[in-house]
C-alpha cells in the first residue's frame, strides 16, 4: 500500500482521488487498480486520499482505512496512518504467514495498543502453508504479540474471495474467514451497535 485507501459505502462502483493541494478526480472502478499500481513514491506523497466506494451492506456501518503502515517509508503517510488510528474504533492489524512477527511490528502494536483499541492479528497467506506451520506461525505469535492483540486469527484472503465469488457461502463459512467475520461481528461492530 503506497496510499491511504478508505473503503465506505457507495452506491456504484468507484473511487475518489484526494490530493494534497485539495484537488480531488474522480475514477471509474476497473481504472483504480492501474492507478494505484502506476504510482511511483514522488506521485504517492501527493496523495492524501483514496476513497474506494462500493455498494457492500457491511459498508454502511463501517469504513475500512487501509494504511501504508506505522513504518511506512513516506513520513506523510506514518503521520496519518497516526491520525487515523487515534479516530478508530479497532484495528485489524495483517500479518504475513511467511514473515509474521517482525521487530516493527511489534513497535507500531505497542503504539496501538497505548491507544486501547481492539486489535485483532490477522495471519494472511495460510494457503501457502501446511496445517502444522499454520500452527507453528499462530503460537510465535501468540507467544510474541498475544499481549499487543485480542486474538489471532489465521486466514486465507483468496480463498474468501474465490468462495465470494463462486458465491459459496458454505465453503466461506467454514474458512478460517467465517471466524474472522464472526470475531468482528461479536467483538466489534456488535459493540459499536450498542455504543450507538
Do not use: M
Not at 517482525?102 to 496501538?112: D, N
Not at 505469535?141 to 474471495?161: H, N, R, T, W, Y
Not at 466461506?172 to 451497535?193: T, V
Amino acid at each position: 500500500t503506497a496510499t491511504i485507501n478508505l473503503l465506505k459505502y457507495g452506491t456504484e462502483r468507484g473511487a475518489r482521488i484526494i490530493w494534497q493541494d485539495d484537488r480531488e478526480e474522480l475514477l471509474a472502478w476497473s481504472e483504480v487498480p492501474s492507478f494505484l499500481r502506476g504510482l511511483d513514491n514522488h506521485q504517492a506523497r501527493a496523495v492524501r486520499l483514496v476513497e474506494l466506494l462500493y455498494p457492500a451492506e457491511e459498508l454502511q456501518r463501517v469504513n475500512v482505512v487501509d494504511t501504508p503502515g506505522l513504518n511506512s517509508i513516506v513520513d506523510e503517510h506514518e503521520q496519518t496512518a497516526r491520525e487515523f488510528i487515534q479516530q478508530a474504533d479497532a484495528v485489524v492489524w495483517l500479518f504475513s504467514a511467511d514473515q509474521a512477527g517482525k521487530q516493527t511490528e511489534e513497535r507500531a502494536l505497542e503504539t496501538i495498543r497505548k491507544q486501547r483499541l481492539k486489535t485483532v492479528g490477522v495471519v494472511n497467506k495460510v494457503d501457502r502453508l501446511a496445517p502444522a506451520q499454520i500452527e507453528q506461525v499462530c503460537e510465535h505469535l501468540e507467544e510474541g504479540f498475544g499481549e499487543l492483540v485480542d486474538a489471532i486469527i489465521p486466514v486465507s484472503a483468496k480463498q474468501a474471495l474465490e468462495a465470494l465469488a463462486k458465491e459459496d457461502q458454505n465453503a466461506l463459512a467454514a474458512s478460517p474467514f467465517g471466524e474472522l467475520r464472526g470475531f468482528l461481528e461479536q467483538r466489534i461492530f456488535s459493540r459499536s451497535r450498542r455504543i450507538k
